[in-house]
T-cell receptor
């Protein structure tokens, strides 16, 4: 149980285009999902907290207009990198906390999406 | 993750025990976690410990928590080559704060 998927697993795009990454909780509902960014050989940096049915909460220094988050259902959150540039190339990882029947302090992570912007 | 510290590398021989250490800064953290990340993959929850516990054992994994020193450790018994990965500790205080990760290399 507690499986989180991400799609796509990797994506290559041209500079200036937008890329959408999906995060799904497959066997549980998640009111709250989280988006992280990980640079090579570094730890995870929390970008934003995604709340179902409401606006996402962004961490300091993360541009909300650049990284659009939509959490339209209890099993799906999307991150759209708008007008992507090479410096946005990174490994993006989502996680989800079960809404009920589980420990809400526990996050289950997706496998990550590697984005390369040319 | 700058408030959670880990050593960057650990190298052990197959069959030995591995001990990965972590220090955190907030004694009010309710839960502390260990995650494993294999190359190119997301994070896999290994185990967690509630802050009122001193120790938790789960098969080959033993977590020790010293709240006084804000020190958390993960011991892997009979380390196997498949245990080679990066191990992150994390503390939960409203949101997750991750350490920088310890790369464990297991030599055959």
């Amino acid at each position: 149980g507690a499986v989180v998927s991400q799609h796509p697993s990797w994506v290559i795009c041209k500079s200036g285009t937008s890329v959408k990454i999906e995060c799904r909780s497959l066997d549980f509902q998640a009111t709250t999902m989280f988006w992280y960014r990980q640079f090579p050989k570094q730890s995870l940096m929390l970008m934003a907290t995604s709340n179902e049915g409401s606006k996402a909460t962004y961490e300091q220094g993360v541009e909300k207009d650049k990284f659009l988050i939509n959490h339209a259902s209890l099993t799906l959150s999307t991150l759209t990198v708008t007008s992507a540039h090479p410096e946005d190339s990174s490994f993006y990882i989502c996680s989800a906390s079960p809404t009920s029947g589980g420990r809400q302090e526990t996050q289950y992570f997706g496998p990550g999406t590697r984005l390369l912007v040319l | 993750g700058e408030d959670v510290e880990q050593s960057l590398f650990l190298s052990v021989r197959e069959g030995d025990s591995s001990v990965i250490n972590c220090t955190y800064t907030d004694s009010s953290s309710t839960y502390l976690y260990w995650y494993k990340q294999e190359p190119g993959a997301g994070l896999q929850l290994l185990t967690y410990i509630f802050s009122n516990m001193d120790m938790k054992q789960d098969q080959r994994l033993t977590v020790l928590l010293n709240k006084k020193d804000k020190h958390l450790s993960l011991r892997i018994a009979d380390t196997q080559t498949g245990d080679s990965a990066i191990y992150f500790c994390a503390e939960m205080r409203g949101k997750f704060y991750f350490g920088s990760g310890t790369k464990l290399n297991v030599k055959p």
